[in-house]
């Protein structure tokens, strides 16, 4: 499986933008870059997913580098409810390969949001 | 939706006894998926399935562990015997189909082996 690397931990303050980077250099052509976060004794929830292009939704916001080695999830304003592990993964969207529809979590970065 | 659905949320048991774990999928998703998250190894998938057929068990750790789902509702992970090693919260997740972008990850259930 591709993987990933990531800042072990990350602080911000409270309504400030947060940048989460993500490294990928052995990432394939047929790899989508997800995110995950995990809040505090809840499993892990979907945050956003995307291939190539840069990706917006209601909770974040992904950046993909021109190359597809790196990526990052922003937040455009952090709130104590962010406070959470960030888990960026690959996803293998080739239904003939053998990581078709798995993710494989690394240590995330956890990021703390302070008042 | 209730979302996905684990029993029990909390197990406590001794060394050698038999644990069952189980978890509702949520209705029409035909993928479900079953991870393990300790400090040591973070969160590791066991095992998943897709139209209730295990599709990749590479993750289960010893034979201890398996895992069934004889309907479309419904899967049980059960360690047989168990040890104190096992202790995790395992987590089941579901999805509409292994194409699906979002996995939905119920609760967790609290295992502790003394």
């Known amino acids: 499986d591709a993987k990933t690397t990531q800042p072990n931990s990350m602080e911000s303050n409270e309504e400030e933008p947060v940048h989460l980077p993500c490294n990928h250099s052995t990432i394939s052509g047929t790899d989508y870059i997800h995110w995950y976060r995990q809040l505090p004794s809840q499993g892990p929830e979907y945050v956003i997913h995307g291939l190539t292009s840069n990706v917006n939704n209601r909770m974040a916001s992904l950046a993909i580098a021109e190359d597809r080695k790196s990526s990052t999830l922003i937040l455009h304003r952090a709130t104590l409810r962010d406070a959470a592990v960030y888990y960026c993964?690959?996803?293998?969207?080739?239904?003939?390969?053998?990581?078709?529809?798995?993710?494989?979590f690394g240590q995330g970065t956890i990021l703390t949001v302070h008042p | 939706d209730a979302g996905v659905i684990q029993s029990p949320r909390h197990e406590v048991t001794e060394m050698g006894q038999e644990v069952t774990l189980r978890c509702k999928p949520i209705?029409?998703?035909?993928?479900l998926f079953w991870y393990r998250q300790t400090m040591m190894r973070g969160l590791e998938l066991l095992i998943y399935?897709?139209?209730?057929?295990?599709?990749?068990d590479s993750g289960m750790p010893e034979d201890r562990f398996s895992a069934k789902m004889p309907n479309a509702s419904f899967s049980t992970l059960k360690i047989q015997p168990s040890e104190p090693r096992d202790s995790a919260v395992y987590f089941c997740a579901s999805s509409r189909d292994l194409s699906s972008y979002e996995q939905y990850f119920g609760p967790g259930t609290r295992l502790t082996v003394t």
């Open positions: 209705s029409g998703h035909n993928s």
């Open positions: 399935f897709n139209n209730n057929v295990p599709i990749d």
């Open positions: 993964i690959l996803r293998e969207a080739n239904a003939g390969g053998t990581s078709y529809g798995k993710l494989t």
